[in-house]
């Protein structure tokens, strides 16, 4: 199978991704638990709001965001969604430390572990495991999860053949890799026929990192960018960002505070919340063809669609 084709005029218009997408890492209690009928709740107004492009991983939770994707997808025309999942991780079982809580950020217990897995069969057996608790007979989209983790480096070349493997025998659509590592997407993009990035933190309006050169790499290599964590961990989530305000996962600094309000007065001066700006920035270059974002309740969907949908006055771009 030769590689999607993926044009970049106006792609977010006309690829079937759509300008905003799911990220479904709270389905899988991403810092807090969310019951199975708030999760359902949730995903039924991210397809009420015309969202058709859903990411979910296996990390997520332990295999419970893709459970809860999986079941409400299933109800719906396969051909009317795109679905995404990862490799990387592989669960197994743990039921002796079931009464126990997973020890990472997702309240989830922790009756299975992950196990770092870049080999071919590891990538299959993943896939395969991920269409199990999905529920369906296919993904459009796997990519190689996190491959700045420690220890896995040497590995990365051969998972990424492993995956264009997969694509070359039909099993899945596209394939990519996720990570907020420019030099190791920018290496990826250079040496390998994958379809899609999925670049994490490194396009937004505090941190331009992936402009320089990883995107007008993906333009010349006709690679599409899925771009996420366009909030910074959350602290442009907010029109007057907040003293106690996540950046990068941690606490916001002084400096970057500072930073994040003068962005949001520039905007207020144009009429405009951050939020809004902090959406729409990055769907201004060709080659990101969707801003994939996460909500763990319906009303924080309908929030973000409407800063998604909010005019933004072209003055802004250019004070900004």
């Known amino acids: 199978m030769a590689r999607a084709d993926v044009s970049f005029s106006n792609a977010h218009d006309t690829d079937p991704f759509g300008r905003l997408s799911y ?3 709270a389905l899988g209690n991403l810092f807090q638990a969310v019951d199975d009928e708030t999760a359902a709740e949730t995903l039924a107004t991210a397809w009420e ?9 296996p990390h997520y939770g332990l295999g419970l965001s893709e459970r809860r994707v999986g079941e409400f997808l299933r109800g719906k025309p396969r051909d009317e969604f795109q679905i995404s999942t990862k490799v990387g991780r592989l669960l197994e079982p743990t039921p002796e430390r079931a009464h126990l809580k997973d ?13 770092w897995d870049y080999s071919a069969e590891g990538i299959r ?65 250079r040496t390998a026929d ?19 050169e990883l995107l007008p790499e993906c333009r010349e290599r006709g ?3 899925v771009n996420v964590g366009v909030f910074n961990s959350g602290i442009l989530a907010s029109p007057t960002p907040r003293d106690d305000a996540h950046y990068e996962y941690g606490a916001v600094t002084p400096s970057v505070l500072a930073h994040a309000r003068r962005l949001a007065d520039v905007c207020r ?29 319906a009303e924080q969907l309908r929030q973000n669609r409407a800063w998604m949908d909010a005019p933004i ?7 900004l």
């Open 125 to 189: 057996r993943s896939l395969e495991d991920s269409l199990d608790r999905l529920g369906l007979d296919s993904v459009d989209i796997l990519y190689l999860h996190d491959p700045e983790q420690f220890g896995v480096h040497a590995e990365i070349p051969g998972a990424v053949q492993a995956l264009i493997d997969l694509r070359e025998e039909g099993l899945v659509g596209r394939v990519g890799v996720g990570t907020s590592d420019v030099d190791i997407l920018r290496s990826i993009v």
């Open 313 to 319: 006055p072209e003055a802004l771009w250019g004070d």
């Open 49 to 57: 709001l015309g969202i058709r492009y859903f990411d979910t991983a």
């Open 223 to 225: 690679v599409g960018v």
């Open 269 to 297: 001066s144009h009429g405009v919340e951050l939020p809004a700006a902090a959406l729409q920035f990055s769907l201004r270059d060709p080659s990101v063809l969707t801003v994939a974002v996460g909500a763990g309740r």
């Open 194 to 212: 994958i379809d899609l990035i999925m670049l994490s933190n490194r396009y937004t309006l505090l941190n331009r990192e992936a402009a320089d």
């Open 103 to 115: 020890d990472t950020w997702f309240d989830v217990p922790a009756a299975t572990r992950r196990r």
């Open 23 to 25: 990220g479904a890492a």
